[in-house]
Nanobody, 119 residues
């Protein structure tokens, strides 16, 4: 069994910063990809950023240059540093991890952490 636990969401004014963290625990052999997605009310869940074990990253156009994803492989943790936040970044942010355990490879989701940016 694998668990993802997120932290770091909150309320911030436009132009401010927040840092999200997501720690994976449980039956983990290799974490192949870790990433962040977000879903606003009435909208589909969308990719924010992903990072593979070697460090290569992918960003949504809407956050490129403002957000930075990173990971600590020793701690099985992924971070999302969010700078220059805008009201349109308000959303529920979900951590996702593609994990290989000893007998399977699966995608896991965290419970979500709310980010609210006031104008």
């Amino acid at each position: 069994q694998v668990q993802l636990v997120e932290s770091g969401g909150g309320l911030v004014q436009a132009g401010g910063s927040l840092r999200l963290s997501c720690a994976a625990s449980g039956s983990i052999r290799v974490i192949n990809v870790m990433g962040w997605y977000r879903q606003a009310p009435g909208k589909q869940r969308e990719l924010v950023a992903t990072i593979i074990s070697g460090g290569s990253t992918v960003y949504a156009d809407s956050v490129r240059g403002r957000f930075t994803i990173s990971r600590d492989n020793a701690k099985n943790t992924v971070y999302l540093q969010m700078n220059s936040l805008k009201p349109e970044d308000t959303s529920l942010y979900y951590c996702n991890a593609d994990i290989s355990s000893w007998n399977r490879r699966s995608s896991y989701w965290g419970q979500g952490t709310q980010v609210t940016v006031s104008s």
